[in-house]
C-alpha cells in the first residue's frame, strides 16, 4: 500500500514563537510535504495573528532540506496569475524545487470580498478559475506570455529563467465539480478533496466513505475523457473536514484505521492538521508526532 502523509501549518504564530520550529519540526517527524492556507485571514482566526502564505513558505524553505512545501490551496479571490507566477518561480528556485502549488475556485468567506468586490456567482467562479489555471499553466512553462481573457490579462509576461521543476512546478488542484475535475484532469498532477462538505454536520464516516469514492470515480472518468490515466494522478485528502472531524487524530489505532479506509479509495495523500490549542485543529501532540513516524509503518 502506498501512502504519504503530510501537514498543514497555519500561519498563526510569529516565525520566531513557534513558527519556525513547527516547520523544523515537521522535516524532523518525516512529513511527506508541510502546507499552507493561502488566506489573508480565515474562520475563528480572523482576529487574531495571521501571517501571509508567500513571506511564510519562503522562510520555510530556508530552514528545511528535504520536504516539499506548497499551499492548500490558493485562489483567484485575492492573487493575479501573473504576480503569483512571479512569486511561485522565485519559490521555487529558493526551496531548490520542492514547492508545490495547491489551486482551488476559492470560497465566499472574507478573502471573497477584502479588496472591495462584490463576492462573485458560482457560475463567475468556475469561469474565473478555468481561466486562472490556464494562464498559471502558461505564465509557469513560457518564457513570455501574452494573453487577453474575459478575467485576467497579461502582456508580454515574462518568469525567466522559469522553475526549478520542469516544465513547471506541480498543480494539486482542488475540484469536486465536473467543470473542476476537468480542470483536475487537464492540468493537475495532483487532485485534492476536502470530502462533501454537505456531510459534515449530519453525515456518517461511511456516508462520507462513500462520497469520496463517488468522487474519485468521477475524477477517473474526467481523466478518461482527456485521454489520461487516473492511476498517474495523485489523490490528496485534506482531512479535518469529513464527519470523523478530529476523531482520527485521536489515538493512532484510529489514524491507521481511517488512513486504511481512504488509502483503499485511491488516495495517496492525507493532510493532517498540525495540532493547535483551543481550535478545531486541537489534538495531544504526542499522540501527532506518534502518527506522524509509526501510522504508515502499520498500514503497510
Not at 62 to 78: E, Y
Not at 228 to 252: C, H, N, V
Amino acid at each position: 500500500m502506498s501512502l504519504r502523509l503530510s501537514t498543514v501549518i497555519l500561519p498563526y504564530r510569529r516565525w520566531n514563537e513557534g513558527g519556525r520550529a513547527a516547520w523544523n519540526r515537521a522535516e524532523e517527524l518525516g512529513f511527506h510535504a508541510a502546507y499552507i492556507y493561502d488566506h489573508l485571514s480565515w474562520r475563528s482566526f480572523r482576529d487574531g495573528p495571521w501571517f501571509g502564505a508567500v513571506p511564510t513558505l519562503t522562510a520555510a524553505a530556508a530552514v528545511t532540506q528535504r520536504m516539499r512545501l506548497g499551499t492548500l490551496v490558493t485562489s483567484p479571490n485575492f492573487r493575479h496569475p501573473v504576480t503569483l507566477a512571479k512569486e511561485l518561480v522565485s519559490l521555487d528556485d529558493i526551496s531548490g524545487g520542492r514547492i508545490t502549488l495547491g489551486v482551488g475556485a476559492g470560497g465566499t468567506g472574507f478573502d471573497a470580498t477584502v479588496l472591495g468586490q462584490e463576492p462573485w456567482t458560482p457560475r463567475e467562479r468556475a469561469d474565473r478559475f478555468a481561466e486562472y489555471v490556464l494562464l498559471l499553466d502558461r505564465l509557469l512553462t513560457e518564457r513570455s506570455v501574452s494573453y487577453e481573457g474575459d478575467y485576467y490579462t497579461a502582456h508580454e509576461a515574462r518568469n525567466i529563467p522559469g522553475c526549478v521543476q520542469r516544465p513547471r512546478l506541480p498543480f494539486a488542484v482542488a475540484a469536486t465539480g465536473p467543470r473542476g475535475l476537468k480542470l483536475a484532469a487537464r492540468y493537475g498532477q495532483a487532485w485534492v478533496t476536502t470530502g462533501d462538505p454537505k456531510l459534515y454536520e449530519t453525515g456518517t464516516p461511511e456516508q462520507s466513505v462513500q462520497a469520496l469514492r463517488d468522487q474519485v470515480e468521477k475524477l477517473g472518468k474526467a481523466c478518461a475523457d482527456m485521454g489520461r490515466d487516473a492511476d498517474a494522478m495523485d489523490k490528496m485528502l485534506l482531512t479535518g473536514f469529513t464527519p470523523d472531524r478530529g476523531r482520527p487524530l485521536g489515538s493512532l489505532d484510529a489514524f491507521v484505521d481511517f488512513a486504511g479506509r481512504h488509502a483503499e479509495l485511491g488516495f495517496t495523500d492525507l493532510v493532517i492538521h498540525w495540532p493547535i490549542p483551543d481550535s478545531d485543529f486541537a489534538a495531544d501532540e504526542k499522540v501527532f508526532e506518534r502518527i506522524a513516524t509509526e501510522s504508515l509503518a502499520q498500514l503497510r
